[in-house]
């Protein structure tokens, strides 16, 4: 709240309360101590708050996980095409692509499904329950859940002896003994006995679905490299219970470890299997031209049939061994498209078919992809549009494979091209030789392709098992899961600096509100910042009530503030040839009447002779204040030939205190006061007394108080604390500036250092054409608070 304005004791006679705009630091630091109670009771409850939310915020921690992802040696550039078989092949070990694959949501699925993190314990405290992660003294083992099953709650409670569960929730009540099964539509657990149960524990188990409990444990799961090696990933996991996240880290790095394992393991299966169907067909065919072989010897009587040709076949069987192998590699490239052309999606050896690197990486992605969607196929249903997207992807990369061999199958055509006409060459050397050497040699050229690529699939075979039996996990854990020691949120220290921050930012945020939302004048500076008027004193809140306060209570602080008022006006009408003094306003019920009463007594109270002119005479109010009839007046004394000297009536309290009554309120009350009587009237008063104190109406409703305001030495403006309006100041200033009144200055009504505010003794005009009297009381916390706001000031 905005400060009260406060007796300036310090009025030296110039009368000029000129603004100190230097010094706004040291008024806001003032505001700060005149309400310091405030901002001691905003740090009280945002403290309070603060202690509340600690106690029953849930500490989360932090979980951290570090392991290493193996590099893969390049595969062998060795001429021999069997060297160049690198069936099992990691180079897919990017430590980007590893990162992509932990957050899949199979490999989460596959950690909450073994851990059963989707089974929740808790215990039933009066305020809060408390979770129970490996302590509760019970399990429901869940034994299958449909996918689409909804969440399941039980509150779960025991029978005395502890060997019976009662499992309660909306859809009723079931008792299980150890052991037991529990069966529902869409999921079976079973009850298993852990710990001693609690004399009338009561338990909460919830069961959540697993797609919701992995998509929450993926959102707490953050996977990333680590910034100390290219090669090492990091995992954190955020959780309530430190023992739970560590499970999770170590549970998730074996899941994918044992899935790495698995994908290789995969990709041998198939190759291995792959090489057994060709190993059927060519032992099949192999046998068959062995077995022509040894008709043909048989037929034609032949029992060295190489020793007679042994110079040409020195030269055909390097050709032949060529031919073999392009014959070889164009078999195998049609077995493999013939795989591919199939409906199902199946893996393909890596490097089976050419050595042609763009091959090798395409068979690489369309294995890795095909063995992506054998996994997710294990939860999912072929409809979903996950494997849609799979399946677009496998095909695109099958196009490109297919098209690749194309290419390989293209060039490897033209190079036995090339080798048979280098053989037909060699081959018409032998044309004088007998018919059946030349067949012979066809068939043995035969049996030499079949029986390499028999001895080549037999070799491949045992290496392949080889590598399956020596498969190595592509990873290795450097740091196991580890919590911190100390929970990361909430941050105590940052939540007590939050509360810091607003128990102070709250009330100074109010403050300036206040000040700027207020439209009335308030603190002193509210009038010196819009004018120069001298302000000539200040005047407290009147609690007593009575009008004549410095008569009836002379030792009262407002008797007191009067008496300044008094000795300020001494020195303000210091020279003036006559002591008139004019008391006005902005509107009704700032005080004028009061003020002008109080004033003419403490006057009087001095020993001088006053004359107290009720001249507000459109509401007239002094009459009715001093108890004294107002049929005769001022108004009469205008309109008619009254004896001047019958106009003054003495005070009932003080001798030296006359009224002029106002009269009966006349219909033109400017028109009065703009007569020549006027004059007579004032050398009267100049004759017959020290002090004349003229009481007028509100200069900014009526134009009265200028009007009068020409026969007054001193002009004072009263305003009154939390009623005038600050833009009413621009009134005095206007008057000020422009010297329509002589020797203006300003009084300040109904302070109040106590609360700040108040409606202590005012006026205000009613329909009844009279000032209506306002009382309230002060409050306890003003007068608890008071001597502190007072020193504050």
């Known amino acids: 709240m ?83 078989l690198n069936i099992i092949s990691n180079n897919n070990n990017d430590v980007a692509n590893e990162i992509e694959v932990l957050k899949t949501r199979l490999l989460m699925s596959r950690t909450v499904r073994e851990l059963q993190l989707n089974v929740s314990y808790f215990l039933k405290g009066h305020f809060k329950s408390t ?56 999921i079976t657990l079973v009850l298993l006995h852990y710990g001693p149960i609690k004399p009338n524990g009561n338990y909460l188990v919830i069961i959540t679905p697993e797609e919701q409990a992995v998509t929450s444990y993926l959102n707490r799961t953050k996977i990333a490299q680590a910034g100390d090696g290219e090669n090492v990933i990091q995992m954190n996991f955020t959780d309530p219970i430190p023992d739970r996240g560590e499970d999770v880290l170590n549970k998730l790095y074996d899941v994918y470890t044992r899935a790495n394992m698995e994908d290789q393991n995969s990709i041998a299966d198939n190759t291995i299997e792959f090489i057994n169907n060709r190993l059927d067909i060519v032992h099949n065919e192999l046998s068959g031209v062995e077995k022509n072989i040894e008709d043909f010897k048989a037929a034609n009587k032949l029992t060295n049939v190489e020793d007679q040709s042994k110079l040409v076949l020195n030269n055909v069987n390097e050709i032949n061994k060529d031919l073999s192998q392009q014959d070889f590699q164009l078999e195998v490239i049609k077995t493999v498209t013939d795989r591919l052309n199939e409906k199902a999606y199946r893996v393909v050896p890596p490097d089976i078919a050419t050595p042609d690197p763009t091959y090798a990486g395409l068979a690489q992605r369309f294995n890795t992809l095909v063995m992506q969607r054998d996994a997710e196929l294990g939860t999912t249903k072929p409809s979903n549009p996950i494997i849609q997207q799979m399946n677009d992807q496998i095909d695109s990369v099958k196009t490109e494979l297919l098209l690749s061999l194309d290419n390989v199958r293209a060039g490897l055509t033209i190079a036995r091209n090339n080798l048979s006409g280098k053989l037909d060459e060699l081959t018409g050397e032998l044309k004088n030789e007998p018919s059946k050497e030349r067949t012979f040699l066809d068939i043995s050229r035969e049996q030499a392709v079949k029986q390499q690529l028999y001895l080549f699939l037999l070799q491949k075979r045992e290496e392949t098992a080889i590598s399956k039996s020596g498969t190595l996990a592509n990873s290795r854990l450097i740091e196991p899961a580890r919590a911190d020691g100390a929970p990361f949120s909430p941050n105590h220290m940052n939540i007590f600096m939050i509360a810091l921050v607003l128990g102070l930012a709250v009330p100074a945020s109010v403050l300036y509100l206040k000040e700027f939302l207020n439209n009335k004048i308030w603190e002193k500076k509210d009038i010196t910042t819009q004018t120069e008027t001298p302000i000539l004193g200040t005047i407290g809140h009147n609690k007593s009530g009575d009008a004549m306060i410095t008569l009836s209570d002379p030792r009262s602080v407002i008797a007191e503030q009067f008496r300044s008022i008094r000795t300020n006006l001494r020195f303000l009408l210091t020279g003036k040839q006559h002591q008139v003094i004019l008391i006005t306003s902005s509107m009704s019920g700032e005080g004028k009447s009061f003020i002008s009463l109080n004033l003419a007594t403490s006057l009087a109270l001095s020993g001088k002779k006053v004359a107290l002119l009720e001249l507000d005479l459109r509401k007239p109010r002094l009459s009715s204040q001093l108890g004294l009839p107002n049929d005769q007046g001022f108004t009469n004394f205008m309109i008619s030939n009254t004896d001047l000297k019958y106009l003054p009536k003495p005070a009932p309290n003080h001798p030296n205190l006359f009224l002029i009554n106002s009269g009966p309120i006349p219909p033109n009350p400017a028109e009065l006061l703009l007569q020549d009587k006027m004059k007579d009237l004032f050398e009267y008063l100049y004759a017959n007394f020290d002090y004349i104190v003229i009481d007028t109406p509100p200069v900014g409703l009526v134009s009265d108080a200028l009007l009068v305001s020409g026969y007054a030495d001193a002009c004072l403006y009263v305003t009154r604390q939390n009623y005038t309006f600050k833009q009413q100041i621009a009134i005095v200033n206007d008057i000020f500036v422009n010297h329509k009144m002589k020797g203006l200055s300003i009084v300040i009504n109904d302070t109040d250092a106590t609360k700040g505010y108040g409606y202590g003794y005012g006026y205000a005009y009613g329909r009844k054409a009279y000032y209506q009297e306002e009382k309230t009381s002060g409050r306890l916390w003003s007068r608890i608070f008071w001597k502190n706001r007072k020193n504050a000031s």
């Open 2 to 84: 905005n400060s009260p304005l406060q007796v300036d004791p310090s009025f030296n006679g110039g009368f000029t309360q000129k603004s100190n705009q230097n010094n706004v630091f040291k008024e806001v630091l003032a505001k700060i101590a005149r309400n310091w109670y405030w901002f001691i009771f905003s740090l009280a409850v945002c403290y309070g708050t603060a202690k509340l939310y600690l106690r029953w915020m849930i500490p989360i921690y932090n979980v951290e996980c570090r392991f290493l992802i193996k590099k893969q040696n390049s595969p062998s550039n060795s001429s021999d095409e069997l060297s160049q």
């Open 131 to 186: 979770e129970l992660y490996r302590t509760a003294p019970f399990v429901l083992q869940l034994l299958s859940q449909e996918n689409s099953a909804p969440g399941k709650a039980w509150n779960v409670s025991f029978t005395p002896d502890g060997q019976q569960a009662i499992l309660q929730n909306e859809e009723g009540k079931t008792v299980l003994g150890w052991g037991d099964t529990l069966r529902t539509k869409d």
